[in-house]
């Protein structure tokens, strides 16, 4: 495995002669660009994880090293999805065995119970690899995760509660937030793949009161709802990782877009397409949306236009907007087009894009994960990079099929 490693990196480095930042170069040569550099990136990430079976990537420390989590951590599915998605597109034995050995590093947690990311997790990682390789024993870990995600559905609330621990338990009673949209995936395709529609009722039961409680008139989204336990209503509506209550949290508005567009292709309602619609005008015309499309951390921090970028944001719209077109007017596509085509291109240049063996071979630089807290800020984020790879992949057949 270890040479045939080499041999791919040695090739790719070859016919990967510069990082692709130039506008007038075609779509197309961009995405093979970027995505033969993830690639690169993503094979020295495994390697340098070979001797640490139990490590996923998460990000870089103040001094570029590289910080790594367990499978107990919210992001551990994300860096097996994006070998997935690098095999789907250029197969070979080494992506392939690095996916599926990066894959069984978080199988326990499909029996995880006091985490509302278990959809991150295993889906990402085990849902992508079955939809690829069609291996039954990953259908079975992706029931057990299902399983497990919906014991943290309370009917009385309508929703599956986020946090449990301190000092989220201190501070609210049933915590809700908007990234929450995103682990529905997991239990829309089970309820189809298993035939069982509990699945589907509690990821359209917490659709539908996220989508009456988390947004505000223009379309903006809070972070956090909390619920009061005994009659279900709404205790607090607070923005945990963003600038303030009261602001757009880039990410969290990311999140919406996707988790919306995503419950409208599984049920076909189209509340949740209008509902995506909504979102996706609010962000594309927002008035601090910056010309490369790649927003700020929030909307709304007190120091643009030099507050911090958020390429996770960025890249989160990105695939949303690039799904969501496909479910629209040709009118709304063609603007929802060339936002994603600009983000993919901003995305790809020098300016978020990494050079080949740098960053601690994460693919894209400038996320921000926790802005407040001072955590994770001005850094490579291993969701940042699942998501761009996947928006790379979108992009990619829908110039197959003409529509890019």
Known sequence: MLKTTYFFVILILFFSCKTPNSNSQSLISVIDQSLVLATQQSLRMAESLKDQPDKLPQ?????GKLVTCNSAWWVSGFFPGVLWYLYENSPSDSLKQWAENFTLRVEDQQYTTDNHDVGFMIFCSFGNGYRITGNPEYKDVIHNASESLITRFNPTVGCIRSWDYAPWSAKWQYPVIIDNMMNLELLEWSAKTFNDTTY???ARTHANTTLENHFRDDYSSYHVVSYDTITGAVEKKNT???YSDDSAWARGQAWGLYGYTMMYRETGDKTYLEQAKHIADFIINHPNLPEDKIPYWDFNAPDIPNALRDASAGAIICS????????VTDEKATSYLNIAE???RSLSSNKYLTKPGENANFILKHSVGHMPNGSEVDVPLTYADYYFVEALMRAKELIKESKL
């Open 240 to 242: 945990s990782q963003g």
């Open 320 to 327: 949303a907007l690039l799904e969501l077109s496909g479910h």
């Open 200 to 202: 589907s009722h509690v």
């Open 59 to 63: 990000t870089i420390d103040k001094n």
């Open 342 to 344: 600009k983000q993919l």
